[in-house]
């Protein structure tokens, strides 16, 4: 068996220690929000939506759910799918126009 030695600088060693939120139930409703963002129906953009609020609610500092609330106004003005907005948004060779590098 081979082992891998990693050598993480303070920075990344104390964001890996990071939580995003103290609050389980936040925690579980951006989760939920998400999944919810990967359907294409108007309605689940809805349900996301309240979700993310919720989550809001219980923990004004977390950014993910913010964020998922923003993606869901975002969906509603663009007329895309809140899936695309999140494919987008989460993966790094994304161009502005859509296309992947």
Same mark, same amino acid.
């Given at each position: 068996m081979r082992t891998l030695a990693v050598k993480l /600088? $303070? %920075?990344?060693? #104390?964001? $890996? %220690? #990071?939580?995003? /939120?103290d609050s389980l139930n936040a925690y579980e409703k951006v989760l939920r929000g998400r999944q919810l963002l990967s359907d294409t129906e108007f309605s689940a953009n809805l349900d996301a939506r309240e979700l993310f609020k919720e989550a809001i609610d219980l923990d004004q500092a977390y950014a993910d759910a913010h964020v998922g609330l923003g993606l869901t106004h975002i969906a509603d003005y663009t007329g895309a799918g809140s899936k695309t907005l999140l494919m987008l948004l989460t993966h790094r060779n994304a161009t502005p126009s859509g296309r992947l590098t």
């Open positions: /600088t $303070s %920075f990344e060693q #104390d964001r $890996s %220690f #990071d939580k995003p /939120t």
